[in-house]
């Protein structure tokens, strides 16, 4: 019923405009877990509302990202908050709107993604660092996120989507998307250089093939099984298996002719990371994303010095990398490779990626 209303209401935007809510419930469905590990239980739960600088959006599609397994799991040291609804690729529709919100309209296609506000006053946040600002509150992590069909995002950090945009396929662009461009960008390519994808086959791997070939470089694609031809169908015109193939260093210098000028780690595997210091290219540049827990990077001093390379972090994206990552996706430059479940299913996807059995991206549809 409810459902049906929302959608109605779409189609009558005139009338609704000006309105600070539309008909919302007080219940929903989301998955929520209470300890790490814990069940993550599908049930019946208070619609959150929004304090005066917050939209709540009606979310459709969700995508799953590994860091949703992660903070399941309680890989990292920085403790999220318990009991936790997780989630941070929510695509939906403005529900209501808190009395300080000028920037979006009740009807108004919105995205949740991993910051959901900053303190936007700190040193960070006022040079377009929001990710690093030290009071951050972070979507599906520190404040309940997307696996739940209505969630509440801080109006300025939240995303503008394009009215028509298809919300099953932009989802996993508020995170993966988002952050993949960020740290191609963070690389510093220029066109026709070489990038590797460690990790191509995965969800922020596939969408960083394609945003790397959108921007003109090369993409040699490293990951295995049956994620090869997936990543070459995503745009990798060389691969190379890291499971089959004996010198793998070797193998990516050889036919990057030289080795990639840029590396970005988006694979959950610290001996991946430390590999890549040693067949970037001379002064290449090491991007990581990828958060193995406890992971070191080890990189050889002496041969870091004398190929003189860097090794830089690349946290999500700023809001300006958010519109400019979903731009790619609006004008058709990058495609989500989504396989949609329904929002009850979670325990079945985090259970596949654990396994590594994903090809790019589950969303979740929080209507079944
Ligand atoms: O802002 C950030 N830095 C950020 C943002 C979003 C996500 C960081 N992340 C992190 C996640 O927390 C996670 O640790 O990026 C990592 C990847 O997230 P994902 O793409 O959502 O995970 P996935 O879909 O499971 O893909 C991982 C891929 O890595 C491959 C797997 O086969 C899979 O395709 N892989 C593994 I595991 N070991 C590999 C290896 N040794 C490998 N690929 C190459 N070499
Ligand atoms: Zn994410
Ligand atoms: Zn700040």
């Not at 008909?23 to 993550?40: A, C, R």
């Not at 005066?52 to 860091?67: A, D, Q, R």
């Not at 994303?289 to 999500?316: E, F, M, N, T």
């Amino acid at each position: 019923m409810l459902r049906t209303k929302t959608f109605n209401s779409l189609f009558r935007p005139t009338l609704l405009r000006g309105l600070a809510t539309l008909s919302v419930p007080e219940t929903q469905k989301g998955v929520i877990f209470y300890e790490h590990n814990g069940t993550l239980e599908y049930k019946d739960l208070p619609v959150p509302v929004p304090k005066p600088n917050e939209i709540l959006v009606n979310v459709k599609y969700s995508g799953v990202c590994h860091t949703d397994l992660h903070a399941w799991k309680g890989d990292w040291p920085i403790p999220p908050k318990l009991p936790l609804i997780g989630g941070h690729e929510g695509a939906g529709v403005v529900v209501a709107k808190g009395s300080n919100v000028t920037n979006f309209e009740i009807g108004d296609y919105a995205g949740i993604k991993w910051i959901n506000s900053s303190c936007m006053s700190c040193e960070f946040c006022e040079n377009s660092f929001e990710s690093n600002c030290p009071r951050a509150d972070m979507s599906g992590y520190t404040h309940d996120g997307t696996f739940q069909q209505y969630a509440t995002a801080d109006a300025v950090q939240a995303a503008k989507i394009p009215p028509g945009t298809d919300l099953a396929g932009i989802s996993p662009i508020l995170c993966a998307g988002v952050t993949v461009y960020k740290a191609l960008k963070t690389a510093e390519l220029r066109a026709g250089q070489w990038v590797a994808i460690s990790g191509a086959g995965g969800g922020l791997g596939s969408l960083a093939v394609q945003y790397a070939n959108a921007m003109g470089y090369r993409v040699l694609g490293i990951d295995a099984g049956q994620k090869e031809q997936f990543a070459r169908d995503m745009g990798c015109e060389e691969f190379v298996d890291f499971q089959t193939t004996p010198n793998l260093v070797e193998e990516i210098i050889t036919k990057t002719l030289g080795g990639p000028h840029g590396v970005i780690n988006v694979s959950v595997s610290d001996k991946a990371i430390s590999q890549s210091t040693q067949f970037v290219r001379p002064t290449g540049k090491v991007v990581l994303v990828g958060l193995p827990p406890s992971a070191v990077c080890h990189s050889d001093v002496l041969s870091h010095v004398i190929k003189s390379i860097q090794i830089r972090g690349s946290y999500v994206g700023n809001r300006a990398d958010t519109r400019e990552a979903i731009d790619f996706f609006t004008r058709g430059l990058v495609k989500s490779p989504i396989k949609v479940v329904g929002l009850s299913e979670l325990a079945k996807v985090y259970q596949l990626m654990e396994e590594n059995k994903i090809l790019g991206r589950y969303v979740v549809d929080t209507s079944k």
